[in-house]
């Protein structure tokens, strides 16, 4: 089953009430209570938004956290990598500087190299300005080659 952390989970959450706040700047504190989680937590996924340029801080009494861009031009997949770092399902991945000790018999690193590249550009697509959006419709469709299963995300 492939799974993303509760911390990109919570940082997409995070985020969306980010998006839909009509406040300029919301606070740790504040984002926890809205969120439903604990504040810990809470500073831990906004230092590292902040860090990977998905969020901007100010401090002081009116300070907290605000979008540097639109909603509309942060993706799912940026959020994800600024918590975990490259999307992969494997560790097969170009970016990766760990040398497999399989890599010389390896058959299939190629195959899962363009599944990767298929589920990146796939989060890539949706928005956090969709995602902050409640919505029953399907977001992206995976696959639909003929005769294939499709693997809708949304």
């Not at 906004?46 to 909603?71: D, F, I, N, W």
């Not at 509309?72 to 760990?98: D, F, N, R, Y």
């Amino acid at each position: 089953m492939l799974r993303i952390t509760k911390q990109s989970d919570y940082a997409i959450v995070l985020m969306t009430h980010i998006t839909s706040s009509e406040d300029r700047w919301l606070n740790a504190s504040e984002l926890a209570t809205r969120a439903g989680l604990p504040q810990p937590i809470v500073s831990k996924i906004l230092k590292l938004l902040t860090r990977g340029g998905l969020l901007e801080s100010q401090r002081g009494v009116k300070g907290g956290y605000s979008l540097p861009r639109s909603a509309a031009a942060i993706s799912v997949a940026e959020i994800i990598e600024a918590l975990e770092g490259p999307i992969s399902v494997t560790e097969c991945v170009e970016e990766s500087m760990a040398e497999c000790s399989q890599e010389a018999f390896c058959r299939v690193r190629g195959n899962w190299q363009r599944i990767n590249h298929v589920l990146r550009d796939a989060l890539s697509e949706i928005t956090l300005e969709e995602m902050a959006r409640t919505t029953s419709t399907p977001l992206v469709t995976l696959g639909g080659r003929e005769g294939g299963p499709d693997l809708t995300v949304g």
